[in-house]
């Protein structure tokens, strides 16, 4: 496993493109690493044509995934991972994080 710092670096390259954060607790100083899992296609987003009533590409178009296929996660056990929770189709992260987060004492 490479270091933190360069395992954060990988982590959030392209973090717009895949959707990968951060969540730092304020209560426990806890870090919680985030990575949407899901099909690997585009956004449905660009501008809309009142004419035609339809989203019409713009540049960037087909770049911003917001998720990543399962295969390419980097939150694996070889990574350092002991613990991995998914939050399931539709759910927070947040609510989540909140749960696991309830089991540390507080920092202060």
Known sequence: MKTT????KQFLTNKDDSGRFIVVS???????????????RAAD????NPSTGKIENKKGFDKY??????????????NG???I??????GSP???ID???????DIN
């Open 5 to 8: 710092v360069e395992f954060r």
């Open 65 to 78: 995934r917001g998720a990543i296929d399962e295969k390419d996660s980097l939150i694996t056990k070889e």
């Open 81 to 83: 991972f002991p613990e």
């Open 26 to 40: 304020y209560r426990t100083g806890k870090t919680y690493f985030i990575e949407p899992i899901g099909p690997d």
């Open 45 to 48: 987003w660009g501008s809309y």
């Open 94 to 96: 947040f609510s989540v």
């Open 99 to 105: 749960k696991l987060d309830a089991q540390y004492p």
């Open 85 to 90: 929770t998914y939050s399931g189709i539709g």
